[in-house]
């Protein structure tokens, strides 16, 4: 079955430094998105990128995060000056249509110190 | 604002049948999903309603009533395995507004 696919699996960096969370979405998927769980709490909506340009994003995706497809695989983000707040699992997810049936990563865990 | 409730924790018996009641208020409204999520995993999908009415996946079924901003999700036959957290989501547009999530407990 096609996964999405997400590295590091853990990530620990100092507050102020810059991160690069990476993805592989399923491959026929055009819908990529960014979600972030903090410890024990809901599911938060980051951005949501289509046809190579964000499609939407949330007040929590500020001028700190910024997202990227470099290439016809890969789909990151980046956070660049990291905050103890940002200490989130953070998940990557695809899906053919816009907004359902999405295919989550296993996370990216970020603990920023 | 936008809210999802649904109840933080359910407990149920295993073979028995559970259902998890979420209901929305949200400026835009596409259609509710269901995902389930063990501990320190990933949020799998389980079903998604855009139109009123049940959907049925094997065990698990889901219902919507969008005039009454009310859905459920229904989970037949308990396993041990469905032992998870369940968290309900309305589609607005392309982004998820996520519930809370409920605790299923089952017992043997």
């Known amino acids: 079955e096609p996964e999405v696919t997400q590295t590091p699996s853990h990530q620990v960096t100092q507050m102020g430094q810059e991160v690069i969370l990476r993805c592989v979405p399923i491959s026929n998927h055009l819908y990529f998105y960014w979600y972030r769980q903090i410890l024990g709490q809901k599911v938060e909506f980051l951005v949501s990128?289509?046809?190579?340009?964000?499609?939407?994003k949330s007040e929590i995706f500020d001028d700190q995060f910024s997202v990227e497809r470099p290439d016809g695989s890969n789909f990151t983000l980046k956070i660049r000056s990291t905050k103890l707040e940002d200490s989130a699992m953070y998940f990557c997810?695809?899906?053919?249509?816009?907004?359902?049936?999405?295919?989550f990563g296993s996370g990216t865990r970020l603990t920023v110190v | 604002g936008q809210s999802l409730e649904q109840p933080s924790e359910v407990t149920a018996v295993e073979g028995a049948i559970v259902q998890i009641n979420c209901t929305y208020q949200t400026s835009g409204f596409y259609g509710l999903s269901w995902y389930q999520q063990h501990d320190g995993g990933a949020p799998t999908f389980l079903s998604y309603?855009?139109l009123d009415g049940l959907e049925e996946t094997g065990r698990f079924s889901s219902f919507l009533s969008r005039s009454d901003s009310y859905g459920y999700l229904l989970l037949q036959e308990l396993q041990m395995k469905d032992s998870a957290s369940y968290f309900c989501a309305v589609r607005a547009l392309y982004q998820l507004i996520w519930g809370a999530g409920t605790k299923l407990i089952i017992k043997p």
């Open positions: 990128f289509y046809n190579n340009e964000i499609s939407e």
């Open positions: 997810a695809s899906s053919e249509a816009g907004g359902y049936g999405y295919t």
């Open positions: 309603n855009a």
